[in-house]
């Protein structure tokens, strides 16, 4: 499993990396400074749109994992880079090995609290990433830790003055700032990584958790109650260490308000009184004086998914990497009383894979011409939409040490309508890769606008997160809703996210080019983009390098 984060919370900004001080390029160089130019045509629109038509067919099953749609998927893949003369990252095989656990949790559980009774599903969801059959709390004391954050660099600390060794932990969701949306308090209504439910469970376990429940509100957390549950009663897909994952929290958690509202009642506490009371960086845990009781049982299997990875390899430093990725899958199929419904994944990540063939395709050419300093690895991710998975085996250095990775530029969803006259960027001030961006978007004509949804949190739920815990800065390429309005609304996740031989492809040509350009630059001009605010991503990056 990767390493935890202590100080996450700039985790908000996609790791995004700039300019260091560097010589005066010789003429040789100043060519690759400007190639939005040079390769302003080189982008064969008609092959990207034939890719994205063909994975996210019907024929290709919603590209899940596990699934022939998978086997149709990562063999097409292989196949279009073995075409492009680009060699196996993996002792030369375009295949990864991901070996996952899946476990699902058995609905048939009750939780007690105190006098109360809470119906699975529809009260309360559990479930657990241990290599575990059964998980047994009995005569837990339930405490209540406020948003369970432990922030140095905020003076913040839920748990100073309690020891959850073995106790369920009741957490809020979000962090601090953006229940009171006041800028100086973290980050303000930006989610930082404290706010993230990932975050919690983490936190949980650091401490010594039993179980760690979330309180489900619909605002902080950005979903309904429905979300929740349809995530977390179902199977779910988790790498597995050399100690089964012992590491993790045993019991995973949410409740809904209403069950929150009751626990905190039956202690003779009002649950909203004591939400604002934990506010406050003065904020005392409470310990309710009640016993939990629950029994999670989760039948657990193996299976063997792949990332597909490809090499173009440097002429003069070959172990220092530049990474560009997608993830290649998404939600398959799903047996429904209308028949079978097919979940094609089109925007979401056909067309960030298609984007990654044909990047490979250009950098590949300008390759042949002069050669590129750096290798440059192309990877398409697996179990990305289950938990970043495919991603966090690569993370773990199987293919390369994160160490000799500089940056990875992952696109996730692109905007196939037309051309627009920005870049979204996720996260503001947090690393140098910001030049780089403004740079390549200066020149395209391009500006650069911020993330219009900072309190969705985006930057902890794409592939990029897992390299950036490593220390590897990341920069995020997303382009969902913003230029179709109805996306979100009705096609993502749905059924509904279908090729369309109507798009214009106008924005998928401009990204393409301004992710060339960056790419290009930084496999040759030797440069290590740095983090800029404090973080176990920056001091992350300092050890390795």
Known sequence: MTTYLKYASLALAVGLFGCSEQPTPSADEASTDKLSTSTLETVNIDKVRSHIKTLASDEFLGRGPLTEGETLTINYLADEYKKLGLTGSFNGNFLQPVTMAKLTPDQNMTLKVGELSFNAGSDFTARTQQINPEINIAGSDVVFVGYGINAPEYNWDDFADIDVKDKTVIVLVNDPGFAT????????????????????????????????????????????WGVVESSNTGSKYTLIDQDNNASDIPVMGWIDEQAANEIFAQAGFDYQTEKANALKADFKPLDLKVKAELTLKSDISQAQSHNVVATL????????????GAHWDHFGTKQTEEGLKIYNGAVDNASGTAATIEIARILSEMHKKKPFKRSIIFANFTAEETGLIGSEQFATGEIAPTKQMVALLNIDGMNV????????????GMSEMEDYLAEAAQSQGRHVKMDPRPQNGLFFRSDHFSLAKQGVPSLLFMSLGDTDPDYIAHKYHKEADDYSPQWSMGGVKQDIELIVDIAAKLANNGDWPKWKAESDFKARRLQDR
């Open 417 to 428: 309508l037309d051309g627009v006259d920005y870049i979204l960027q996720y996260g503001k």
């Open 181 to 224: 949306q006041d800028d100086t308090l973290f980050t303000g209504n930006a989610m930082t990584y404290y706010g993230r439910w990932t975050y919690k469970y983490e936190e949980g376990a650091r401490q010594g958790a039993k179980a760690v429940f979330i309180v489900h509100e619909t605002a902080p957390a950005a979903y309904p």
């Open 313 to 324: 390899k440097g002429s003069e430093t070959p172990d220092e990497y530049i990474v560009i």
